[in-house]
């Protein structure tokens, strides 16, 4: 089983900055893909930006310029800076990871992260 728990949600002014992070645990497991999704009250849950082990991301459009993730292998952590914040950017952020074990590829969710923008 791998373990995957976000950090660094909170409340911010618009036009400011959070940064979350997102770590995945656990024995026997490498990373594939991570990425941060959000969802809204009322809305369906979106992809924000992803990346891979090998540091290929894919960014939302509505977060390009503003938002940045990275990946640390060794530590199976992932971080997203959101900068410029809005309050449309307002919604639980939840971590994913796409990992493989014993030859096949699993995913797992973390519980969310709440992320509040006011204006």
């Not at 894919?58 to 809005?86: G, H, P």
Request: charged letters at 15%; proline letters at 2%; aromatic letters at 10%.
């Amino acid at each position: 089983q791998v373990q995957v728990v976000e950090s660094g949600g909170g409340l911010v002014q618009a036009g400011g900055s959070l940064r979350l992070s997102c770590a995945a645990s656990g024995i026997g497991f490498s990373i594939d893909t991570m990425g941060w999704y959000r969802q809204a009250p009322g809305n369906q849950r979106e992809l924000v930006a992803s990346i891979t082990s090998g540091g290929s991301n894919n960014y939302a459009d509505s977060v390009k310029d503003r938002f940045t993730v990275s990946v640390d292998n060794a530590k199976n952590t992932m971080a997203l800076q959101m900068n410029s914040l809005r309050p449309e950017d307002t919604a639980v952020y939840y971590c994913r990871a796409e990992v493989f074990r014993g030859g096949y590829k699993f995913q797992y969710w973390g519980q969310g992260t709440q992320v509040t923008v006011s204006s």
